[in-house]
């Protein structure tokens, strides 16, 4: 009996002694393969805004796939359906799950002190990404990623000015609506800032300035509206491309010509994120005159800030991406924004949206 017993706990504590050394060394001995014990996954709650735009899902996808499991990461994803309250409870639910990080793509600027600094006293660095913060105290995040909404919204109003400066069409006939992003929004903010600024300084006429929520569904909407109240309206300002693709979708409904001229009577349409194929195509056919690109791949440039932070760095405090300015038309090469030039890079053009449209019902 005695040698049965010793038969099976002699292997039986080998093994056991073999695991322990071997995890104790980082590695576990298996099946005669030794392979590396699983680092522990850093834990990133991320609270994204909502889901409005092509943009916005392009942007979750690109954290999505930075911050996956083969990277190291373990992510908590949780979307604001387009409510502050939402991200709030989410950040409150993160800090309760002590998260090494947490990742905020807030929904609009202000509001966010109190559950800023419950993070910070819980000590969990806030990386803030996409729009920004406006808070009190800047300590309350580590760093921010994003764009400079208000240089778009600059590319795209000097764009125009040297547009119809060159097609000699007087600042007097140049009749604007302006579909804002959700208000409060940083790119809201910037983008409808650029368009005031440049109204006050080229004399241009501001029809109305009506939010779309950066959606299609609520440009059409609006621009329905609009175009029943104005006859004029030969410029609009969407601030995003989805709002573009609702108001083209209204124009078109009402009968009238989206294109770029609005001497002859067509609307221009001008927007921002140059995101998906459809609105690249739109600037291809003219439809949408000239995009401000605004960048979602923010993925790895948060994974890279992770990283530099893991490493005991400090990464830089804000952070810019670099974005151009598509058209099609060659008209205007180049913008002046603050002395500072940038060329206009060109998509290869299918002429006139009338034309385009004629070769797609050919
Ligand atoms: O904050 C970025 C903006 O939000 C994008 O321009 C828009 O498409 C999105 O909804």
């Known amino acids: 009996m005695l040698k049965k017993i010793t038969a099976v706990m002699i292997p039986l504590l080998f093994s056991i ?23 522990e996954k850093i834990v990133v709650g991320f609270s994204q805004l909502g889901a409005e735009s092509d943009w916005r899902s392009s942007n979750t996808e690109s954290m999505k796939e930075a911050l996956s499991s083969k990277n190291g990461y373990s992510l908590i994803f949780e979307d604001g359906q387009q409510k502050q309250a939402n991200q709030i409870t989410a950040i409150r639910m993160f800090i309760q799950q002590e998260v090494d990080y947490i990742v905020l793509a807030p929904v609009t600027e202000t509001g966010w002190d109190t559950v800023l600094q419950e993070a910070k006293n819980a000590g969990i660095p806030v990386i803030i990404v996409d729009r920004m913060v406006d808070v009190e105290d800047e300590d309350l995040f580590t760093c921010w990623v994003g764009s400079d909404f208000e240089l778009e919204g600059k590319k795209v109003v000097e764009w125009l000015n040297r547009y119809v400066t060159l097609k000699n069409v007087p600042a007097k006939d140049i009749h604007i609506v302006n579909i804002q992003g959700n208000l409060g929004a940083s790119a809201q903010l910037g983008r409808t800032k ?99 690109e605004c960048n979602p791949l923010h993925g790895p440039r948060v994974q890279a800030i992770i990283e530099l932070l893991e490493a005991g760095k400090m990464p830089d405090k804000f952070a810019y991406v670099q974005e151009k300015l598509l058209a099609s038309d060659t008209t205007v090469t180049q913008v002046v924004v603050d002395g500072v030039n940038y060329e206009v890079t060109f998509l290869e053009s299918t002429k006139t949206a009338t034309e385009a449209a004629e070769k797609v019902t050919e």
Not at 225 to 247: K, P, Q, T
């Open 194 to 292: 650029a368009l005031a600024d440049a109204v006050e300084k080229y004399g241009w006429d501001l029809l109305a300035e009506v939010p779309g929520d950066f959606t299609q569904a609520k440009a059409r909407e609006v621009m329905d509206g609009l175009l029943g109240v104005y006859d004029n309206i030969n410029v609009v300002y969407c601030e995003n491309d989805n709002e573009a693709f609702g108001a083209i979708e209204a124009i078109e409904a009402a009968g009238k010509k989206v294109g770029m001229d609005i001497a002859n009577g067509e609307i221009m349409v001008v927007s921002f994120d140059g995101v998906n194929q459809e609105a690249l195509d739109y600037v291809s056919e003219n439809k949408i005159a000239c995009i401000a």
């Open 17 to 39: 002694v073999l695991v322990f050394v071997g995890t104790f060394l980082g590695c576990i001995k298996t099946g005669g393969k030794t392979v590396p014990e699983e680092k």
